[in-house]
């Protein structure tokens, strides 16, 4: 009976310090899973800017869906994340300023900001904010 209480002893102290390793890698992991979905969007849009090169502003109402159904993204990551596309400017300096947003709350934003430097805190949102400029 000893023996058994000393082998489960000795099993809650191996879970006390195993559980919160667990539960470390899975929050990194959810950091980098948002940190590597905003990294495609935004390299997604800054393709479809200098392949498609846009001619007017009804080339530039875009969504993650269009950059899905145009071939610029594989996969929709989610509905947490959006993409807002500012194209007043399109005409007069030829730039468009791009947001993504991540709207989900089960990300840690300071270990998001460390994982993806680019990404700064809006109203408690993690949001990335990128200018394009017409170049053609």
Request: net charge negative; glycine share 4%.
């Amino acid at each position: 009976m000893i023996e058994l209480l000393i082998v489960l002893a000795v099993m809650a102290a191996l879970m006390a310090i195993a559980t919160p390793i667990a539960l470390n890698a899975v929050a990194r992991a959810n950091v980098m899973r948002v940190a590597s979905n905003m990294r495609n969007i935004k390299s997604a849009i800054e393709s479809y800017v200098s392949i498609e090169r846009p001619s007017d502003t009804s080339g530039l109402d875009l969504d993650i869906d269009d950059l899905v159904d145009s071939g610029y993204l594989s996969a929709n990551p989610g509905n947490e994340y959006e993409m807002k596309v500012d194209n007043a400017n399109w005409a007069t300096k030829g730039e468009v300023i791009v947001t993504i947003s991540y709207t989900g709350n089960d990300v840690d934003t300071t270990k998001l900001q460390e994982a993806y430097p680019d990404v700064k805190i809006v109203n408690n949102t993690p949001t990335i904010t990128l200018t394009l400029r017409k170049w053609w």
